[in-house]
């Protein structure tokens, strides 16, 4: 059985971590306050364990479920100890006024995400354009993903579709741009448009 | 009967063109080439009339239909012509090669469109998200649109809701830039994981 690592405990590694979870999956989490690891993988009561901040974690596949302000620090303070991972980032770099997106231009949370990660690791950026909330009442939602290594990204593809999501290829990792220009977008629909934070995006093959 | 004005006579504008004809509204077709405006408006054969480039167009919504390269050198083609009109932007600058945008950083198409118009004029950001031949084919499909102006806005929700539409509005022009970054996406989806250009997004408000 697989292990999938979670750093965070906020509310989207909370959603994560519950689908997981309930996939069947072993929930690794990890928190630079232990306590509140233990009090999310208490919560999870499906043998899910808690790890060291700043070790090597235990799967594979490693959910970097922090702020965009802090993902590089987070990352800085793991060092090598992410060789040879899967980093999934699912930061959405968005202003505290939600009028734009905090990147440098031409770049992504995933890219400067990918710039602070040992040579051996894989940045694949996905779960920015769910809601924590909506991932967390379940369904089959459409998930976009943008990598550059193919084998990284067949990875979170499989890892996706065991958490019943459909996993959507957008391209490679500077595609994270737009998908975080989508995640922005969402929020924009939220507050205007839609009316509601309950809703999702989804690819209608006709 | 309302009257809306396309300037413009690609994939784009004959497939908006087809849509409002439908809704048994008239099109005005106006082209640089008004041998191509007559073709189409032959073609809709619905009492569809062409414009002359450059005067001012006879509908109050004006739809822009023409690539990003070309829509400024059009805006200021009609300048003073546009003054009170809707402008519709559809445009997605996206590079040759797709692999991004050409907008200047913190812009997009349809702000660098609004540079260009009469102060009496307001553009709408519409239609980029919805690729002609899905348009072409009918349907209910989400539409999302950015727009200053509240009234414009209106407006638009209003037309786009004849042709049978479902409109989001998503914010402020600036949100223009996040359409077009979905316009992107979508043509990455399109070329990695869709598999398809069949394919329309939708909001599931569950």
Redesign the interface.
């Known amino acids: 059985m697989s292990t999938i690592s979670i750093i965070g405990s906020g509310g989207m590694a909370t959603a994560i971590a519950g689908r997981v979870a309930r996939s069947g999956q072993t929930v690794e989490v990890i928190s630079r306050d232990n306590a509140k690891a233990q009090a999310l993988a208490d919560q999870l009561a499906s043998g899910a364990i808690t790890g060291k901040y700043g070790a090597a974690p235990a799967g594979d596949i490693v959910v970097l479920a922090v702020p965009y302000a802090s993902a590089a620090a987070v990352a800085a303070d793991f060092g090598k100890a992410l060789d040879g991972k899967v980093i999934i980032d699912i930061t959405n770099p968005v202003a505290p006024d939600l009028?734009?997106l905090l990147t440098p231009?031409?770049s992504s949370g995933a890219q400067e995400t990918a710039k602070g990660i040992p040579a051996g690791a894989h940045v694949v950026k996905a779960f920015n354009t769910i809601f924590g909330h909506?991932l967390a009442k379940g369904g089959r939602l459409d998930a976009?993903?943008?990598a550059d290594d193919a084998k990284a990204k067949v990875r979170v593809s499989t890892f996706l579709e065991s958490l019943g999501l459909r996993?959507?290829?957008?391209?490679g990792l500077?595609?994270a741009?737009?998908?975080e220009?989508?995640g922005?977008?969402m929020i924009?629909?939220a507050?205007?448009?839609?009316g509601?934070w309950?809703?999702?995006?989804?690819?209608?093959?006709?």
């Open positions: 009028s734009g231009p031409g909506v976009f993903i943008a996993p959507f290829d957008v391209g500077q595609m741009q737009t998908l220009a989508l922005l977008m924009g629909l507050k205007n448009g839609a509601t309950d809703f999702a995006l989804n690819v209608d093959l006709g």
